[in-house]
């Protein structure tokens, strides 16, 4: 099982990325689908996750109204699109599925089996 971000890049304040996240071995339309951030000397933060199948949304405080994810069962692939991007926007930006997860547990990056590999976003002002 491999997940495979990518989409990060350098963008000024004010504007917007998508990122993706393709699934290979796996197939990840049931799956509980999440993207996490983790900058410089910080843990790795809940960014915005979708709830197994039935398409229900969740996302970080920090990002509501900002980020929007989706999936695109049959490319296999999870999408984050941001926008009105911030420098405190700027980490490493995760992907990552479960097939197994529980809505309470949505939030925590320990209730994820299978993780990509990160992707760079950084935000300047």
């Known amino acids: 099982v491999q997940l495979q971000a990518s989409g990060g890049g350098l963008v000024q304040a004010g504007g917007s990325l998508r990122l993706s996240c393709t699934s290979s071995?796996?197939?990840?339309?049931?799956?509980?689908v999440a993207w996490f951030r983790q900058a410089p000397g910080k843990e790795r933060e809940f960014v915005a996750g979708?709830?197994?199948?039935?398409?229900?949304?969740y996302y970080g405080d920090s990002v509501k109204g900002r980020f929007t994810i989706s999936r695109d069962n049959a490319k296999n692939t999870v999408f984050l699109q941001m926008s009105s991007l911030t420098p405190e926007d700027t980490a490493i930006y995760y992907c990552?599925?479960?097939?197994?997860?529980?809505?309470?547990?949505?939030?925590?990056?320990?209730?994820?089996?299978?993780w990509g590999q990160g992707t760079q976003v950084t935000v300047s002002s």
């Open positions: 990552a599925a479960s097939g197994s997860l529980i809505l309470s547990s949505i939030r925590s990056p320990h209730a994820y089996a299978y």
């Open positions: 071995g796996r197939t990840v339309s049931r799956d509980s």
């Open positions: 979708l709830f197994r199948s039935g398409g229900s949304t």
